[in-house]
C-alpha cells in the first residue's frame, strides 16, 4: 500500500508530511519517558519483523496479491508511540533503500500504516492483560478496520491530489479500493492474532513489564 | 544484556532472517492491492517526476542487475531486516540515556 511520490500533490505530502512529523515528535517524547529494558529488543525484533514480513506477499483474488502492514500488530505489542516510532523506521529504510514507496510520499505514508493502525492497535492492547475472546475479536476486526482505514486514506489523498481518474467517480474508486484490502485485511487480521499470541506466550515480560515475583527471574549475565 | 533480552534478540533475528532471507522468495509477484486498484481504474496519472530515490545498491528488493534471483532477494531481506533492527536498537539506546533519574540499570 506504498504511495508513490509521482501521485501526491506537493500540498498533499506537505501536509501529511508535516502531520506525520508532529505524530513522530509526539510519539518520540512519549516512549522517552516510558522505555523499559526490556521494550529495547522486542522493539527492534519487531520492526525486523515488519520489514521481512512486508517481503512475503500473498495471493488474494485474481492476480492480485497483499502484503501485511504490522501498523496495529506493533500497537498492540509496542504501544502506540512505539509502534508509531517503529513503523516509521521500517517506512524510512524501504523508501530510502528499496524504492518502496516516495521519498516526499514518506508522511502519507506514515501516516496510513504507522499513525492510524498503530493508534488503533494501542487501543486494544490492555485486553491483552488478561486475554480471553474479546481480546481475539477486537484485535482481528481492530486490524481488518485498521488496514480498511489506510486503504480509504490513500483514495482519499489521490483524490485530493487530482490524480484519479476523472471517469472514477471517489466511491467507485474507494469500492475497488476497499474491496481488495477487505481480502488483505482479513489475512492482516489473522496474522496480527496469531503473532501477538506466540510474542506474549513467548515474551509476556517485554510486552507488558514485569510479572509477579513467582515467575523465574531472570539471570542477570 | 540480561540472558532475558539476550534470547529475545537471537531468537527473534533467527525467525526473521528466515522470514526475510528463505520465505520472501515464495512471494507473489502479483500487484498489491493499490496497484491493481491503479490498473483497474486506469489511475496511472503521476502528475510530476517526484523526487528521485536515494543511490542504492537495492533495486527494489533485490541486488541491482541481479534481478530476483534467490540470493539476490535473500541479501534484500537480510540486510533490510538488520538495517531496522539496527537503527531501532540505536533510536531505543538515544530514548533511554534522555532519561537518567529513574531506574538506573545501565550498565
New interface residues.
Given amino acids: 500500500?506504498?504511495?508513490?511520490?509521482?501521485?501526491l500533490?506537493p500540498e498533499v505530502w506537505g501536509t501529511m508530511g508535516a502531520v506525520s512529523g508532529l505524530a513522530l515528535g509526539g510519539a518520540?517524547s512519549m516512549?522517552?519517558?516510558k522505555?523499559d529494558?526490556?521494550?529495547?529488543?522486542?522493539?527492534?525484533?519487531?520492526?525486523?519483523?515488519?520489514?521481512?514480513?512486508q517481503?512475503?506477499?500473498?495471493?488474494?483474488l485474481a492476480?492480485?496479491?497483499?502484503?501485511l502492514g504490522g501498523g496495529f500488530l506493533l500497537g498492540v505489542l509496542l504501544g502506540p508511540s512505539l509502534g508509531i516510532?517503529?513503523m516509521t523506521?521500517?517506512l524510512?529504510?524501504?523508501?530510502?533503500?528499496?524504492?518502496?514507496g516516495?521519498?516526499?510520499?514518506l508522511g502519507a505514508n506514515i501516516f496510513v500504516m504507522g499513525v492510524v493502525p498503530s493508534l488503533l492497535g494501542g487501543a486494544v492492547r490492555s485486553l491483552w492483560r488478561r486475554p480471553g475472546w474479546i481480546a481475539y475479536a477486537a484485535t482481528f476486526a481492530g486490524a481488518v478496520v485498521g488496514v480498511l482505514a489506510g486503504?480509504t486514506l490513500?483514495?482519499l489523498f489521490?483524490d485530493w491530489?487530482?490524480?484519479?481518474?476523472q471517469?472514477?467517480s471517489l466511491v467507485?474508486?474507494l469500492g475497488?479500493?476497499d474491496s481488495?484490502?477487505l481480502f488483505?485485511g482479513l489475512v492482516e487480521g489473522g496474522i496480527t492474532v496469531a503473532v501477538v499470541r506466540f510474542v506474549l506466550e513467548?515474551?509476556r515480560?517485554?510486552v507488558f513489564g514485569a510479572v509477579p515475583a513467582t515467575s523465574a527471574a531472570?539471570?542477570?549475565? | 544484556m540480561s540472558a532475558y533480552n539476550r534470547n529475545t534478540l537471537l531468537v527473534g533475528i533467527a525467525i526473521v532472517l528466515l522470514i526475510g532471507g528463505v520465505g520472501s522468495y515464495f512471494a507473489s509477484g502479483d500487484p498489491d492491492g493499490l496497484e491493481k486498484t491503479q490498473e483497474e481504474l486506469g489511475a496511472d496519472q503521476p502528475i510530476h517526476e517526484g523526487v528521485e530515490s536515494p543511490p542504492s545498491v537495492f533495486d527494489g528488493y533485490g541486488l541491482k542487475g541481479l534481478g530476483a534471483s534467490f540470493w539476490s532477494n535473500a541479501v534484500a531481506g537480510v540486510v533490510g531486516s538488520l538495517l531496522v533492527l539496527g537503527i531501532l536498537l540505536v533510536v531505543a539506546r538515544i530514548l533511554k540515556r534522555r532519561l537518567p533519574q529513574q531506574g538506573s540499570d545501565r550498565t
Avoid: C, W, Y
Wanted: glycine share 8%.
Fill in positions: 500500500m506504498h504511495i508513490a511520490s509521482k501521485f500533490a518520540l516512549a522517552r519517558r522505555m529494558d526490556r521494550n529495547v529488543p522486542l522493539m527492534g525484533v519487531m520492526g525486523a519483523f515488519v520489514f521481512a514480513a517481503m512475503v506477499n500473498f495471493p488474494i492476480g492480485t496479491s497483499g502484503h516510532i517503529v523506521s521500517v524510512v529504510v524501504q523508501a530510502l533503500v528499496f524504492q518502496d516516495g521519498v516526499e510520499a486503504a490513500v483514495i489521490l491530489s487530482g490524480t484519479l481518474p471517469s472514477v467507485q474508486a475497488v479500493m481488495f484490502h488483505i513467548a515474551r515480560e517485554a531472570e539471570g542477570k549475565a
